[in-house]
């Protein structure tokens, strides 16, 4: 039995890179959540959270500007808010101030912990983005 042309199409990876980051987004959570598990020194664990959340945005905007130039641009806006307002910060904050508890830190007067709770919004704001841009260019290539 095999599938409907337009499942298979949708399905497939290679026609629709957003697929793939929909993926590796899943995948850096699972990291992330992996490395505060298995890393006993929050710190460093922490750190390893946050060059995965610097460095997924940047390979996910680096690849699809080589693959498509900015056609998806609401994607790049969405990824970029997470990765300028957010991930970078952080991860700054966090290296700039080693050794000091998160829950003391604050970036541009935003407390550290409030600043971490947005930032989980706003990665579920890019992966819905992801979604949704997964979901159109598959529809418009079934088409």
């Known amino acids: 039995m095999s599938c409907p042309k337009g499942w298979t ?8 890179a957003f697929l793939g980051y929909l993926l590796a987004e899943v995948i850096v959570i699972v990291l992330v959540t992996m490395s505060f598990k298995f890393i006993p020194e929050r710190q460093v664990a922490a750190t390893v959270a946050g060059v995965l959340f610097v460095g997924l945005p940047l390979g996910m905007m ?19 808010q997470f990765w300028t307002v957010f991930a970078l910060p952080i ?7 080693w050794g000091v508890p998160f829950e003391e830190l604050s ?10 709770q947005w930032s989980s919004k706003s990665y579920m704001v ?12 598959s529809r418009v290539r079934a088409d």
């Open 91 to 97: 991860l700054g904050m966090r290296l700039a101030n």
């Open 9 to 16: 199409n949708f399905l497939d990876m290679r026609r629709n």
């Open 62 to 80: 680096t690849w699809e500007y080589r693959r498509a130039g900015l056609e998806q641009m609401a994607w790049f806006v969405a990824v970029l």
């Open 126 to 137: 890019m992966m819905a983005f992801t979604l949704w841009s997964w979901w159109r260019t």
């Open 107 to 116: 970036f541009l007067g935003i407390p550290g912990p409030v600043l971490h």
